[in-house]
């Protein structure tokens, strides 16, 4: 069976074409045929070797975590899903721990001990093979009119559980508030899904990243009625003089010393939630900021992997969207390549420009 393997110890990435065809082992699990994988900066992190650790006793790890399959198969005690189903997956699978509630709980993206594994990323392989299986617990059903996009579900539940988090911070103030102004930070596919989003639970949103205009990502943000800014040529102190104080900003950049200057653009009260894993070390004086977040009772809120509920919110997302801005995430995915383009897409060699796309046929 081919698939794309990373070899930690060779510091090698290639195709591999002799990897075991899975086989159901339990009356819960469900094949699937892989179709689409989607690549993004884990990836990258993962084939520079930053990142990421194959399973135990193996030497390579299987790559992929965003993914379409199709179910082929499936077990006799699974319900509600038969052959032909589309499905994505979930990535992260809770530690063995009976200290750690949140993965006795059922909720392993909140995980204590940093013993979980995530498939494509750390101690399991992940989807970019011709087909996996997988336990129908960590399987989403999805409708079929959602084919073309259902590659960006993953990437979505970033926002849907991090808006779902804010929802409980907003408790915080003693008074009630609607949404109000959010400033996007990063114009790649978090941000924009993430814009998406913030505009569908009525925040009057800008995005804010670093290239000038005319590019695509802005034309992609700007086809959603959410106003491009390049940070190169608005500082933020600009930006809040321009569209107001943000109450929330999303950052999806992974740029340290980005992310902190922005935080000028926060308003009092705000809530600044971080998706970006920056990969490399800033110099930058954190003092001010800390003094702005706590005279202006601010928060900064970091967040990780997704829960089902967010696969969920994530697919009727999607659905939505769809409705409000057609054409709009099938004009995300700009590029799709073969398996043996993993390495050139995932550097930027072969990038079509926001969202790129592996295929198994």
Not at 190 to 210: E, F, I
Not at 336 to 359: A, L, N
Request: proline share 8%; net charge neutral.
């Amino acid at each position: 069976m081919k698939a794309v393997a990373v070899f930690p110890q060779q510091r090698e990435v290639r195709v591999i074409t002799d990897a075991p065809e899975p086989r159901i082992q339990s009356p819960t699990q469900v094949k699937v045929r892989t179709r689409e994988v989607g690549v993004c900066g884990t990836d990258k992190e993962i084939i520079e070797f930053k990142h990421g650790a194959p399973p135990p006793g193996s030497d390579h790890l299987i790559l992929g975590h965003e993914c379409l399959g199709e179910v082929v198969e499936v077990g006799e005690a699974v319900k509600g899903l038969s052959r032909g189903d589309w499905v994505v997956p979930r990535v992260r699978r809770p530690c063995p721990h009976a200290t750690c509630p949140p993965c006795r709980s059922g909720h392993p993206d909140f995980c204590i001990t940093g013993d979980y594994t995530e498939r494509g990323i750390k101690g399991a392989h992940g989807f970019a093979a011709e087909s996996f299986v997988e336990d129908v617990a960590y399987l989403h059903r999805v409708p079929t009119e959602l084919r073309e996009v259902a590659v960006l579900t993953e990437p979505l539940t970033i926002a849907e559980k991090a808006l779902r988090q804010l929802e409980h911070l907003q408790e915080r103030l003693p008074w009630k508030i609607g949404p109000g102004r959010a400033v996007v930070l990063g114009a790649g596919p978090v941000g924009q899904l993430g814009a998406m989003a913030l505009v569908r639970r009525g925040y009057a949103t800008t995005m804010y990243s670093r290239s000038p205009k005319p590019n695509v990502k802005a034309e992609a943000s700007e086809a959603l009625g959410v106003p491009y800014v390049s940070s190169k040529e608005v500082r933020p102190e600009e930006l809040v003089r321009r569209v107001g104080a943000a109450d929330v900003i999303y950052e999806a950049a992974g740029v340290a010393k980005a992310a902190l200057e922005t935080l000028k653009a926060l308003g009092p009260n705000g809530v600044c939630i971080l998706t970006g894993v920056p990969s490399q070390e800033e110099p930058f004086d954190v003092a001010p900021v800390l003094k702005g977040v706590v005279l202006g009772n601010q928060v900064l809120l970091g967040t990780v992997n997704a829960a089902d509920v967010d696969f969920d919110m994530a697919l009727e997302d999607l659905r939505h969207f769809q409705a409000r801005w057609p054409g709009q995430l099938e004009r995300f995915i700009c590029s799709k390549h073969t398996p043996e383009d993993f390495c050139d897409v995932v550097t930027g060699k072969k990038s079509g420009g926001i969202k790129d796309v592996i295929r198994f046929i």
